[in-house]
């Protein structure tokens, strides 16, 4: 039985890219990325291949977290354009079928938003409860022993009216009462102003945080944590039984999930962490929670077969029926996927296997070129986790402007960029790897467009073959009798791999893009080898 294709939802066969608007490209030459250089590079975006863009925070900011303090949800930032420049890139993206996801703050807003500023002005002020205030404990200490992520207690104390205010972020980041129905009805039309206008989705941030426990216990000590953790993370020494992931916040997704489907076809994303059994449950029960829960599990896992394979092998027995997978490999919160993985030929493994599973991929801003860490002088040090956490922990490692050319400033800006260029930008460059037909950025097209055209590879069930070979995780997709097997060396040494008997068909990519079309006989079929570091894309025909 043949599906039309718009069975298939987009959120489901695209690959989505995520662009940090500060670092993607600038084109007014204040050192800053803007909308305006996001609208430029479609063309780029589109000829790699991908079909949907999440855009980090645009919105009016003091950006003391980088546009994730949000002083107004229904505008743009000066320094990123203007609400004419947002439709105009929303038009231009949905022109190239391209589809447009932003970030949604839910947790936190700027102190500057005028919501805390009323808020803060009294405490008989109307929406003094649309934050979370409490009293000093009677020797004045903050209301209960949370941490902050970023470093420190995760309460001030407001002087004018004597009470603390919650926030797990930085302190100009206060925490918005989902549990006050004024709040909750303020947040959700912020969201109907952006469907509005047309947006297909949100990803939205920390959204297991906004219901905290009604009591607001302390948190118990994690007894595994690291004795090495900086004095100042006391985040990092707990338990988050009583400030994350309550069973409370379900209802409040089911009714963001509501407004969503007021519209058609538009798409919820969290940004959620925690054990698979409860991370699971954010699909909702019947599926009336969000589309896509993020998956970061493969970040956290060692770089090789077994952890990896074993990673999507849970996920594919713990999704229910009406759930899509998903994976992410790298965000602006991770080291660079190309850094962490330890080389390039790593990442380009890394980027077969996010492409090849089943499940929507998401991409980050400059992996396609196999991006490494930025070096960041402790002076130039912008983020507020590097600040108050140390150098080691800074997220601008990850966050360093797009390499386009070998221009100065890589084409990124005619000024000095608000994070410096990373030095191997005159080499590692969109416009010398679009040149070179073994580049990093090259796999990554040919195998956006392969996932594209494959129905087995966008669509296929997902099945573990045996390897034969510790260091390989192969895999089949297959849709109607026509499959692709996928074969990932995760070692430095070549192997030789034996694949299931009769089955036989053709290279159609090898990471290094050097072997295209080599047919695979049946009989080598049982002698296949992968050199180090190889990822192989098999097209086969099966025995229905
Ligand atoms: C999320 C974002 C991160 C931000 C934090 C606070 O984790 O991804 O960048 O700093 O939330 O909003
Ligand atoms: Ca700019």
Redesign the pocket.
Known sequence: MTHPENSIPWWQRATIYQIYPRSFKDTNGDGIGDLNGILEKLDYLEELGIQAIWL?PFYPSPMA??G??VSDYCDVDPLFGDLATFDALLDAAHLRSIKVIIDW?P??TSDQHPWFIEARSGRDNPKRDWYIWRDPKPDGSEPNNWGS??GGPAWTLDRLTGQYYLHQ?VKE?PELNWRNPGLRAAMLDTLRFWLKRGVDGFRM??VGLIIKDKQLRDNPPDPGASADLPANDLFGRQLHVYNDDQDEVHAVIREIRKVLDEFDDRCGIG?LFGELPRWVRYYGERGDELQLPFNFRLIYKPWQAGAIRRSVDKMEAALPDFAWPNYVLG???QPRLASRLGGQPQARLAAMLLLTLRGTPTLYYGDELGLENGIIPPEKIQD??GKNLGPART?DVERTPMQWSSEPYAGFSSLEPWLPVSADYATRNVASQAKDTKSILNLYRQLLHLRRETPALYRGRYETLDAGASDCFIFLREFEGSGCIILLNFSAEAHQVTLPKGMRGKILLSTYLDRPGERIRKETFNGLTLRAHEGLILETELQQ
């Open positions: 980090s977290d980088f994730y303090d703050v947790n936190h992520l970023f972020f980041q941030d920390v940004e965000n602006h919160d507020p986790v997220r």
